[in-house]
């Protein structure tokens, strides 16, 4: 039986493979220099010069070592002074060029990473909010931190080193030359023996940085969940459960840095050994060529302080493997990001949408996520909305309410159907067209560590002071405001946390009237309110929807029974449609709803004959 009918790789696949990573490699550090690297070129010439005079003047230093040492030999102690301000006039200037090197090269380094931050960041905020909700908080900040993080130690790391060190180390490996060839010959065959084993540790760390990107994201994750869960956690006593899981989750990352940090362990141990044995054989023959008169003392050691000198930046040269095969598998984690592509685009032709009146179209509509195409969220949805009036949505969890809202400002596309707003398909119109003429208001409420007038200015970035205190007005929530100790100056925390959710609801709502968008979607908008909260936001809601077209989703049929029009859906269908009247009357599965609600809300019911 063949190799190829067991399923044995032929042989010579497991190099071929390896040669195909190493173009890959090859392949993504070119891309990542054009794309990051050469167009900071100005900076980079800047930081070169500086490192090619620090290595002349490291070069230099043995040399000066020499002329002291043959010096003192000769005991010519009135050439002395000169060499000692000779060699302080070369350590203060190799200080000094070690400082501005070093910040350059920092700068170009903090600096590019700061820039593939925003271009990360701008681009996850601009993907499809489907491909934003299929990958946890937790593995996108992950991205956007720790990858890229490993990409700037691994561009710090070939900027000190395949720069900095090679030029100091040519500089003092044409010193060991000037001082003696025949020694230094013996010195440059000793560190290439050290190459394969570094070059097999280094591929081994790629491998492990990947799995511990992974890790990291999953961590991330876990901590943000468990930490913004942590009312649900006091109140169940789940705190050692929590503990566990994020201990668990610590663990692993340990055990992974642990095995990346044996294997980076591993390099150094090997050029201090072999450095061990240049300098022993180093001494061996020096000594040999001294006692026949061939060099002198200070031929000695001025090569000795070249090659001790040489010595850390070889080692780092040693090490720069492995930080670069770190450093890309952060930058294949980064370009894996930056080539998604959001489905979600204005068409060539896109026109502006023109809202007239605010009639809004469902014909035929159908729409199944991408984590079950075979079963679809909604099918067959057909109703058509008149300008400027209120429809709700209600039905069971999962009757696909929050789905259809979601398709009007094309957070999702359909799969099948049209959407028009005023006879304008709203696939055909300009996303931002789209999005300017609709406001949502949710039961999650979004809010963000910032001021009260802040997070309401968000409906309309240019608003000026009146426009705010007009809109906190007409959402019941300027005397609560003004109570606060800053008033719309206040911080309200990560999430609104410091306001109670019926004040997040309305500062929610305040934001919505200030953008004054002629269709407005509600989402549960007053489900988790309190009596007194929800008739506050109710009231509001009375006078802000008024010419104005709405869309419903609401649970408690109280908030929607006048609404000129009722939607009933159910697994992805609307399966009844009328007034709340008309719904009671029918006694389907309208009706069926409302008396399972009419214990706690007596005034769902206002037929006595429905209710019987």
């Known amino acids: 039986m063949s190799k190829a009918s067991t399923g044995t790789p032929p042989k010579g696949a497991k190099a071929r493979k390896r040669v195909a990573f190493d173009a890959n490699s090859r392949l993504l550090i070119s891309r990542f220099l054009n794309d990051w690297v050469w167009p900071r070129w100005r900076s980079l010439l800047y930081a070169l010069v500086l490192t090619a005079c620090l290595a002349a003047i490291t070069g230099g230093y043995p040399m000066i070592i020499k002329l002291s040492f043959d010096t003192l030999m000769k005991e010519q102690t009135g050439t002395l002074l000169p060499i000692l301000l000779g060699i302080i006039a070369i350590t203060v200037a190799r200080s000094i060029f070690m400082y501005l090197q070093t910040v350059s090269t920092q700068r170009i380094v903090q600096r590019m990473g700061t820039d593939i931050q925003k271009a990360a960041f701008t681009h996850l905020i601009e993907a499809d909010f489907a491909r934003l909700s299929r990958e946890s908080p937790g593995h996108l900040l992950s991205r956007l931190t720790n990858d890229i993080n490993?990409?700037?130690?691994?561009?710090?790391?070939?900027?000190?080193?395949?720069?900095?060190d090679v030029l100091m180390v040519v500089a003092l490996v044409i010193s060991m030359f000037y001082l003696d060839w025949l020694m230094s010959l013996f010195v440059l065959g000793v560190y290439p023996i050290a190459a394969l084993p570094i070059a097999i540790i280094s591929e081994r760390l790629r491998k492990v940085a990947k799995r511990t990107q992974s890790q990291l994201g999953d961590l991330t994750s876990l901590?943000?969940?468990?930490?913004s869960g942590s009312r649900l956690i006091k109140t169940f006593r789940l705190e050692n459960y929590a503990s566990e899981k994020v201990h668990s989750s610590f663990?692993?990352?340990?055990?992974?840095?642990m095995k990346a940090?044996?294997?980076?362990?591993?390099?150094?141990?090997?050029?201090?050994?072999?450095?061990?044995?240049?300098?022993?054989?180093?001494?061996?023959?020096?000594?040999?060529?001294?006692?026949?008169?061939?060099?002198?003392v200070g031929d000695f050691m001025g090569f000795i302080t070249a090659l001790l000198m040489a010595a850390q930046p070889i080692r780092s040269l040693g090490n720069l493997s492995g930080k670069i095969q770190e450093g890309l598998a952060g930058a294949e984690s980064l370009y894996g990001l930056l080539e998604e592509k959001p489905k979600i685009i204005d068409l060539p032709d896109a026109a502006t949408l023109k809202v007239t009146g605010g009639n809004i179209r469902f014909d035929n509509v159908a729409f199944a996520y991408d984590s079950a195409p075979d079963a679809p969220a909604l099918r067959?949805?057909?109703?058509?909305i008149p300008a400027g009036a209120t429809v709700a949505f209600v039905g069971r969890s999962g009757a696909g309410k929050s789905t259809l809202i979601n398709l009007v400002p094309r957070l999702f596309d359909l799969a099948g159907g049209t959407i028009s707003i005023d006879g304008q398909d709203i696939q055909q119109v300009r996303l931002a067209s789209l999005r300017d003429n609709i406001a949502i208001v949710s039961q999650d409420v979004t809010l963000f560590d910032d001021t009260i007038r802040a997070n309401i200015a968000l409906g309309r970035l240019d608003a000026s002071d009146s426009d705010i205190v007009a809109a906190a007005k007409a959402a019941a929530a300027h005397d609560f405001i003004i109570a606060q100790p800053s008033g719309y100056d206040t911080q309200i925390g990560s999430s609104g946390q410091r306001l109670s959710g019926g004040q997040r609801q309305r500062l929610a709502l305040a934001r919505a009237i200030l953008k004054?968008?002629?269709?407005?979607?509600?989402?549960?908008?007053?489900s988790a309110l309190d009596t007194e909260s929800e008739r506050l936001v109710q009231e509001a809601l009375?006078?802000?929807?008024?010419?104005?077209?709405?869309?419903?989703?609401?649970?408690?049929?109280?908030?929607?029974?006048n609404a000129d029009l009722i939607c009933v859906m159910d697994e992805g269908q609307i399966i009844e449609l009328g007034n709340h009247t008309d719904l009671m009357a029918q006694d389907g599965t309208y009706a069926m709803l409302a008396k399972t609600q009419l214990v706690a809300d007596p005034v769902l019911v206002d037929d006595p004959a429905a209710a019987g």
């Open 150 to 164: 490993m990409i700037q130690q691994a561009v710090q790391a070939t900027v000190n080193t395949a720069v900095r």
């Open 223 to 227: 901590l943000s969940e468990k930490l």
């Open 251 to 257: 663990e692993e990352v340990f055990k992974l840095r």
């Open 261 to 296: 940090l044996r294997n980076r362990a591993r390099l150094d141990p090997m050029l201090e050994a072999l450095g061990g044995l240049a300098v022993a054989g180093v001494i061996a023959f020096a000594y040999w060529r001294i006692s026949s008169g061939i060099s002198t």
């Open 380 to 384: 067959g949805i057909n109703v058509d």
């Open 516 to 526: 004054n968008a002629p269709i407005l979607l509600l989402d549960e908008a007053t």
């Open 542 to 561: 009375t006078h802000f929807t008024s010419n104005r077209t709405t869309l419903v989703i609401a649970h408690r049929l109280s908030t929607v029974q």
